[in-house]
């Protein structure tokens, strides 16, 4: 029997690299997805993780789970609280880490695997990443993962396919993959417009990653492509 595998899709490159990385290792018709709507202030990434679903023809659950919202203290969740560069100088993180996020959407998403005998998750996590979100390591998700596991029993691989690559590497990867087309689909200004806004923490670090890369940005270019005109959705 073939493994199945579901795929936590934000809509953003990394998750959108990671969806055509199941593909390829566990093949078409064996892989989903499960896009989590968390109160995120920047919404349209949920419309562009419905069009990746579509375009890499993957059956897609969206699950509400607003409480970080109503949890607020970031500047991914909390309107008092706009993006900025650097970290807070009592955590040591960026105002954009929300505590716990990936814990929480992996332990939904291995519930929701559970009934679908489904045993493996990938998720887009990286520890090379510029934010160093403690829910991002290694050996976070290795022990999440026994938990699960224990707490469920019911064994779960979860897959973290970037954990130690460079954001080039990823683009380099996305390109071995057939993935650059569903780029331009993707969202990952934490600003909440398209075209990106170029200057927030996540706009920076993908345009580092195409550049070191020496690929151009589909989303970019797909901008560049059309007369400009204002921001599809600003949020900030």
């Avoid at 998750?15 to 202030?41: K, M």
């Avoid at 716990?100 to 929701?112: K, S």
């Avoid at 057939?178 to 969202?187: N, S």
């Amino acid at each position: 029997m073939m493994e199945r595998a579901l795929v936590v899709l934000s809509g953003g490159q990394d998750s959108t690299t990671c969806l055509y990385w199941a593909l390829n290792r566990f093949g078409a018709g064996h892989v989903e997805a499960v896009t989590f709507d968390y109160g995120q202030r920047h919404r349209i990434e949920l419309d562009c993780a419905a069009r990746v679903a579509v375009r890499a023809g993957v059956a897609q659950t969206v699950l509400p789970i607003n409480t970080f919202a109503a949890l607020g203290g970031n500047a991914l969740t909390d309107a008092n609280i706009g993006v900025r560069n650097g970290v807070d100088a009592k955590t040591g993180l960026p105002n954009t880490f929300v505590p716990g996020r990936n814990l929480i959407f992996l332990t939904f998403a291995a519930a929701l695997a559970h009934p679908r005998g489904i045993r493996h998750l990938v998720t887009g996590v990286a520890q090379t990443d510029y934010s160093g979100y403690p829910d991002c390591r290694q050996t976070t998700l290795q022990t999440l993962e026994r938990a699960l596991c224990l707490g469920m029993e019911y064994e779960l691989t979860i897959h973290t396919p970037l954990m130690f690559q460079s954001k080039a590497d990823t683009v380099r990867l996305a390109r071995d993959l057939g993935a650059l087309p569903a780029l331009a689909d993707t969202q990952t200004c934490y600003n909440g417009i398209q075209p990106p806004c170029g200057e927030c923490p996540a706009c920076v670090l993908r345009a580092k990653g195409f550049a070191e890369a020496g690929i151009p940005d589909p989303l970019v270019e797909r901008f560049r492509a059309k007369p400009l005109t204002a921001p599809e959705s600003s949020l900030f």
